[in-house]
């Protein structure tokens, strides 16, 4: 398997525009976690689906996020509209039981 | 809440000694408890788990952690370091009672080696 796949690897936008991060879990998996790092705030869980529900959504941080996973092989994190402190790592990860964590890459986000 | 806390920002050893890092948590039960190393780009990688049982577990790399009830610790260690052991390593906890959940990581661990 290849992996968590995340895209794109880099993204630069500028205030106010549209972000949309991808990920593709890995097969058979049926957990999904969005994680945000910085240096100040270190790693937060924005949100996690099991079986394609969202089941925890607190740590999404307002309106301007959201999160979908319309089928097992796909979620999306969007961003309307980016600004400057969106500016972070954004990473998926995904789990079939909950014992260990198999994360993507990262997409590094910087918001000009 | 739950919470982890790693008293650590930054620790450089020399390459060949030893090493600990340190590992708090704060849950109401005995919690899942893990550690992640981060290499510079990349995602983060498990090295190790506990759930239950012996107390002292051994994860990839040459890395083993113990289980401390009394003390709410997790400390990690390995007994000596290579210069490619030089990442950021993170302790995380999960709810035993819901798997599949989430985890919360402490801030994280700079490791420095020194030649």
């Known amino acids: ?25 890995i097969s058979g998996h049926n957990s999904l976690f969005w994680y945000r790092q910085t240096m100040m705030r ?19 941080p307002e309106d301007r996020f959201s999160a979908k996973m319309p089928n097992a092989s796909f979620s999306t994190l969007k961003i309307q509209p980016s600004e400057p402190r969106d500016s972070a790592v954004y990473f998926c990860a995904s789990t079939d039981r909950g014992e260990k964590l198999f994360f993507g890459s990262g997409t590094q986000l910087s918001v000009l | 809440a739950q919470s982890v806390t790693q008293p650590d920002i930054h620790i450089t050893v020399s390459e060949g000694a030893s090493l600990e890092l340190r590992c708090n948590y704060s849950y109401g ?19 190790l788990k506990y759930f239950s049982g012996d107390t002292l577990v051994q994860g990839i790399k040459g890395f083993e952690a113990e289980f401390k009830r009394s003390q709410s610790s997790f400390n990690l260690r390995k007994p000596s370091v290579h210069w490619s052991d030089a990442a950021e390593y993170f302790c995380a906890v999960g709810d035993p009672y819901n798997q599949g959940g989430k985890l919360i990581f402490g801030q994280g661990t700079e490791l420095s080696v020194k030649p």
Request: glycine share 10%.
């Open chain 1, 1 to 25: 398997d290849a992996g968590v796949i995340q895209s794109p690897r880099h993204e630069v936008t500028e205030m106010g525009q549209e972000v949309t991060l991808r990920c593709k879990p």
């Open chain 1, 42 to 60: 270190g790693l937060e869980l924005l949100i996690y689906f099991n079986n394609n529900v969202p089941i925890d959504d607190s740590g999404m």
């Open chain 2, 29 to 47: 039960a005995t919690p899942y408890l893990f550690w992640y190393v981060q290499s510079p780009g990349q995602g983060l990688q498990l090295l």
